[in-house]
């Protein structure tokens, strides 16, 4: 009987231990998959703001280029070109004078 005993508790040991080192790799590994999640997350959210930084800044930059068409169409227009050089050139039409006001 103290065979048949000392026979189980050997066959449930290796068993065990299989289990326990089996379970060890499941921490482990699970640990490093939620430490790399984590990170990589916390990668996402960086690069999630810098994105956005940067449509901001592109949003900005195709406001600005649209406003420098019209100002370049303007430009193309005789009629404003003349104005933009009497207010602020001072410049006059021969035969006209200018009106200073302060």
């Known amino acids: ?12 040991s290796p068993a065990k231990r299989r ?28 690069t999630n703001a810098k ?7 592109l949003e900005a930059s195709k406001l600005e280029t649209e406003a420098l068409k019209r100002e370049v169409e303007r430009l193309n227009d005789p009629e404003y070109i003349s104005q933009l050089a009497t207010k602020e050139q001072g410049m006059v039409k021969q035969g006209e004078q200018q009106i200073f006001s302060k």
């Open 1 to 12: 009987m103290a065979t048949a005993t000392a026979k189980k508790s050997k066959d449930r």
């Open 51 to 57: 994105l956005t930084t940067i449509e901001s800044g």
């Open 19 to 46: 289990y326990r080192i089996w379970m060890t790799f499941i921490v482990l590994f699970m640990g490093w998959a939620t430490y790399t999640l984590f990170g990589q997350m916390q990668q996402q959210k960086t």
